[in-house]
């Protein structure tokens, strides 16, 4: 850092957002500059803490070309466009910081450098996440061996053997290769057939996501304990060549069990799910060149005497405040209110409209001489109350409450084939609502249905049907494979039009309507696909649409179907 | 621990230390040449001189920073490249492997005990070469004509060094007036007994320390 020049960000306290503009001056010290090449100031972000740097959105300006005279303008005027991303985030690890750097290019000297940093949190439109970001996110959160290492492994052993007795070495190595696949091949040989999904796998801050955990075992089978654990860890690398180290942090753990101590029947399949409700401070998902943040729910089934199965299932955490994230009336009953405290302190962003508009990176004119304060260094920053962290130790996270809202639920087992988001197969009449049986498990009670319209729509019957139903009713399970697949005819009235985010590639790109089977206050969600978007833009809160769209598939956290026009 | 936090400067995560940020955490190279402690002499002027005058008749130069991992060669580097902004700077990429040789009169190469014999026979026709190494590469290169100094990187550092270094490093991070955190004299002598002088394990402790601080004051 340089005393020769200072830089004097407008309202630098102040959080800004995605098309913000962030504003100021660089102030070059009388005396300095005289021999300098330019002026140049970049506004970028950057990482800083255990891993080495990571930089990226660089927008760049010449203040000044040239040495700057003695009796010449002392300050010089920026302004650059706040970028989409990333969120400005604090870690143990790891810090995003967006920084404005300036310096004065010397000849044959080191330049002079400046640098200051602001706050920037998402907007209220924010972009979806870059293609890939889940795929990339489930590669830096590997850990273990690939079935190619459990290969090199078994080619180690029998190299070992031949080099015995320095092939023990050898040997060891290749066992760390080898048992973990082994393990889980010893498992799933247990287990028989078993799934383990999230739904949805992008999720904001404050949302929720359902674990649903499939077994269908080929004998009797015993289990102590089916888990799911929430975390979000930061990974970072330090160092290059042979100084590189990864370092590892849980910022957070949220366990979950889905059942306890319980016997699967054989040839039966049989569901465990459960929700987890992310925190609203939740951290973003951050995948770099050094640096991440990432999310995953382990799913953990423990096995009597006998290895233990293990799945790792990625999880997108982004400010997308869309549609999967929103806990509407059809949350499961009796969850506690969303949390309020967890590892983090929400960000507090100012209320009212940006006093900044946005605008494209320009350099203003420069202005009269300015007399900066370039002869003291700058100023220090007022002594700020001790922030309170929230203790966000695994431990302590475990202990939390409130953090996640997570409801283990077990379903029956499926009597019906499994639901298939494919083709359509031909729509049977619904059966009218029936009560749950004694033997049914106990559930949550039922959403309360609707009173229908004479003129209804027959999708709105048949979710009246559905909603109707205690929640972990089977009657309710069979309504909604009966309802899946089926195309259907309505008039949506439409409550919120919004980009679609992590929907299938045909679907990319396009709308997701969100409102209620005209006439009714039934709720539904349907994806249209791009080439209706020219159609779909315009149409806002109350707006009425008809639509033809088939049910992929049954959200029961919010009670509502999913369908795709 | 707060996730997204207040990136203004006045609610900064380490403004409440006085600090721009945790300075024992990773640095880039130039950083690192910034808030290097380290006594280049009497070698640094040699290659000054080499580099001013080159003398036809004289045998090109290679000076050896010779150490363990964590010792301070890459620092030393980073220190020279400060000094000589002109030099070739060149290691070993996780992802890149070695690369092409960079231009310069002065090179400097980390970890030039990995080298390929082929590239590092290129990189000593060169006037001067500054490598950084684990092991004593002497043989080989007076082998090939070079003068040759060894500099014993530990064994240049001595605890009032290792407390240098961690007095610069908080001074470098310093956001404005005031005072900044200490150390304790006990912490680091303890560090110093439990690590010796591997620097890197040491800031790396330190780095915990301060992030410590950090939450919980």
């Known amino acids: ?32 500059g005289q021999t300098c090449r330019g002026l140049h100031v970049r506004r970028s972000w950057k990482t800083h803490g255990r891993g080495n740097r990571d930089t990226g959105n660089a927008q760049e300006l010449t203040l000044h070309e040239g040495p700057i005279p003695a009796d010449g303008p ?54 979806p996440p870059p293609a890939g970001l889940l795929e990339r996110s489930e590669k830096v959160g590997k850990v273990g061996v690939s079935g190619c290492g459990a290969l090199v492994g078994i080619a180690m052993i029998f190299v070992g053997f031949a080099l015995l007795p320095f092939g023990l070495i050898l040997i060891a190595v290749a066992a760390v290769l080898i048992i973990p696949p082994v393990r889980r091949t010893l498992a799933e040989k247990k287990l028989g057939r078993i799934t383990a999904t999230l739904h949805p796998e992008v999720v904001a801050p404050g949302g929720l996501v359902a674990v649903r955990v499939a077994v269908d075992p080929d004998r009797d089978l015993s289990v102590n304990q089916i888990q799911a654990i929430l975390r979000c860890r930061e990974i970072c690398v330090s160092g290059r060549g042979t100084d590189r180290t990864t370092h590892r942090e849980e910022v957070s753990s949220f366990p979950l069990t889905l059942e306890g101590p319980s016997s699967l029947p054989m040839g039966q399949r049989t569901t465990f799910e459960g929700d987890f409700r992310l ?18 729910v382990e799913v953990h089934v423990d096995i009597p005497s006998w290895p233990d199965w ?19 009336p059809g949350v499961v009953a009796g969850e506690p209110a969303p949390a309020t405290t967890g590892p983090g302190a929400p960000v ?36 700020t109350p001790p922030p309170t962290p929230p203790d966000s130790s695994p431990s302590a996270s475990d202990s939390a409450p409130s953090v996640p809202r997570a409801t283990p639920r077990r379903s029956a087992p499926a009597a019906s ?12 009449p619904m059966p009218p609502p029936a009560s749950s049986t004694p033997d049914e498990p106990a559930g949550l009670p039922a959403d309360e249905p609707a009173g229908l319209p004479p003129d209804a729509p027959e999708l709105a019957h048949h979710l009246q049907a559905i909603l109707a ?97 | 621990m707060t996730f997204v936090g207040h990136g203004a400067p006045r609610d900064a995560p380490y403004a409440r230390l006085n600090l721009r940020r945790n300075p024992f955490g990773a640095l880039e190279p130039d950083e690192r040449g910034e808030v290097a402690v380290v006594d280049l002499e009497p070698w640094g002027s040699e290659i000054e001189r080499r580099l001013r005058a080159p003398a036809p008749g004289l045998d090109r130069l290679s000076v050896q920073l010779v150490g363990p991992p964590g010792s301070g060669k890459s620092t030393h580097l980073a220190a020279l490249a400060r000094r000589f902004p002109s030099a070739g700077h060149i290691a070993w990429s996780h992802e890149e492997g070695w690369g092409m040789l960079p231009e310069g009169e002065l090179l400097l190469v980390d970890d ?69 955190p200490q150390v304790d004299r006990a912490l680091l002598d303890r560090l110093i007994e439990r690590h010796g002088h591997d620097l890197r394990r040491i800031v790396g402790t330190l780095y915990d320390h301060l992030e410590d601080l950090r939450e919980t004051g």
């Open chain 1, 469 to 565: 139903e205690p929640r972990l009713g089977g009657r309710r399970n069979e309504l909604i494979d009966e309802l899946t697949g089926g195309e259907y005819d309505f008039v949506l009235v439409v409550e919120r039009n919004e980009r679609s985010f992590g929907v299938p590639a045909d679907y990319r790109d396009g709308r997701t309507l969100r409102g209620t089977l005209d006439g009714t206050g039934i709720v539904v969600e349907v994806r249209f696909p791009p080439g209706r978007n020219d159609d779909l833009a315009e149409l806002g809160p109350g707006d009425r649409v008809p639509v033809q769209a088939r049910v992929i598939q049954w959200e029961s956290l919010r009670s509502q179907p999913l369908m795709e026009a």
């Open chain 1, 74 to 127: 002392r300050a010089f005027p920026f302004e650059f466009e706040v970028p989409a991303g990333p969120s400005t985030y604090r870690g143990r690890l790891l810090n995003v910081d967006h920084y404005v750097e300036a310096w004065l290019d010397l000849p044959m000297a080191l330049d002079a450098k400046t640098e200051v940093e602001f706050g920037v949190v998402p907007g209220e439109d924010p972009e």
């Open chain 1, 279 to 296: 925190p609203d401070e939740a951290a973003h998902t951050f995948v770099s060149s050094n640096n991440n943040v990432v999310w995953d």
């Open chain 1, 348 to 383: 507090e962003v100012p209320a009212g409209p940006p006093v900044e508009s946005a605008g494209p990176p320009s350099v203003a004119p420069s202005g009269p001489p300015v007399i900066p304060p370039v002869s003291a260094p700058p100023t220090p920053s007022p002594p």
């Open chain 1, 417 to 428: 084939p499994p639901r298939s988001s494919s083709g359509s197969p031909p729509r049977t």
């Open chain 1, 310 to 328: 293990r799945e790792r299932l990625p999880l997108v955490v982004w400010p997308v405040g869309g549609a999967l994230t929103e806990v509407g």
């Open chain 2, 112 to 180: 030039a005990h990995m080298m390929p014999r082929r590239l590092l026979k290129e990189a000593l026709r060169r006037p001067v070469t500054v490598l950084a190494t684990h092991r004593d590469l002497g043989v080989r290169l007076r082998g090939r004509g070079r003068q040759v100094r060894v500099v014993d990187v530990p064994g240049a550092t001595r605890d009032s060094r290792v407390r240098a270094i961690v007095r610069r490093r908080l001074e470098w991070a310093r956001r404005g007036d005031g005072a900044v």
């Open chain 1, 1 to 32: 850092m340089s005393d020769d020049i200072i830089i004097e960000l407008e309202q630098p306290d102040r959080l800004r957002r995605p098309g913000d503009v962030v504003r100021g001056s660089v102030h070059v010290r009388r005396g300095s």
